[in-house]
């Protein structure tokens, strides 16, 4: 099976960007922030409940090889089609090792710096609003994916979202709009436990407000609370990473 029959297969697409969920004018930047972010959530280490967590994860770094080759791009591009017979999807790689050396570890300092420049960014705004839209006004779904956001940030990001529908830049949905107060409280409830299991954990491993291994802290609570950490870490680390060397390049795919 080639390389756009599994990916229909396993993320119910064969189109390449949007199994990404971006578009064909995507940058290369686009293209390496969310290849990161969506094979976080199907890294084998991540996702031990996915029994195809291991083949979506492999196809994904196929898929990232084809759109970071600037010859095989184009072909996809023009034509549609992938070079099954190139190097990059026929040699027998380790995709874990190769997702490693793309992105390596983030230290605290860079989280606390990159929080300071991200909030009350356009970034931030433009980063609100598109979950606004893509979660149809739901804040539960909106909290839980904001990047750098946590439950005290609530009344900030409903203000960046009640003045983009004032000004008539997205559309008043009702679940925003009309929200209950019921669902509210129980919003508030949810973060102030885990808020509460953050500190009795990082109390637990004797980590320190400055620690690095704060990071690591984070990464084992990821499961109780997974989108709302690959939201944040997987921006920051895409962000962060240093750049490697490209793999050799296959056959051009033929025409």
Same mark, same amino acid.
Request: hydrophobic share 30%; glycine share 4%; proline share 3%.
């Given at each position: ?29 686009d293209i390496r922030r969310s290849y990161y972010k969506?094979?976080?959530k199907v890294h084998p280490d991540r996702a031990p ?51 490693? $050396? ?6 605290? +300092?860079?989280?606390? *710096? ?6 009350? @960014? !356009?970034? =931030? ?80 491993m004797g980590l320190g407000d400055e620690d690095d291994? $704060? ?6 609570? +990821?499961?109780?609370? *997974? ?6 870490? @997987? !921006?920051? =680390? ?18």
């Amino acid at each position: 099976m080639g390389l756009l029959e599994r990916c229909k297969e396993l993320f119910n697409t064969s189109n390449l960007y949007e199994v990404l969920g971006i578009n064909k004018e995507a940058t290369e930047a686009d293209i390496r922030r969310s290849y990161y972010k969506v094979s976080l959530k199907v890294h084998p280490d991540r996702a031990p409940d996915d029994q195809q967590a291991t083949e979506k994860f492999q196809v994904l770094g196929k898929l990232y090889s084809v759109l970071s080759d600037q010859e095989q791009r184009a072909v996809y591009d023009e034509q549609g089609v992938v070079d099954e017979e190139s190097d990059v999807l026929s040699q027998d790689r380790c995709w874990e090792e190769y997702w490693r $050396l793309l992105f390596p570890k983030v230290t605290m +300092q860079d989280i606390l *710096e990159f929080e300071k420049k991200y909030k009350g @960014s !356009d970034e =931030e705004r433009e980063d609100v609003i598109r979950l606004y839209v893509q979660h149809e006004g739901d804040l539960d779904s909106i909290m839980a994916s904001a990047l750098c956001c946590t439950q005290d940030d609530e009344p900030r990001l409903c203000s960046i979202i009640q003045a983009a529908i004032k000004s008539r830049d997205v559309k008043a949905f009702p679940a925003f709009c009309q929200e209950s107060a019921k669902k509210k409280k129980a919003r508030r409830k949810r973060a102030d436990k885990e808020r509460q299991e953050a500190e009795e954990m990082q109390k637990e491993m004797g980590l320190g407000d400055e620690d690095d291994s $704060l990071v690591m802290m984070l990464k084992q609570k +990821q499961q109780s609370r *997974e989108k709302n950490f690959n939201s944040f870490l @997987s !921006d920051l =680390e895409a962000k962060y990473s240093k750049k490697v060397s490209k793999p050799p390049k296959g056959k051009k795919a033929k025409k």
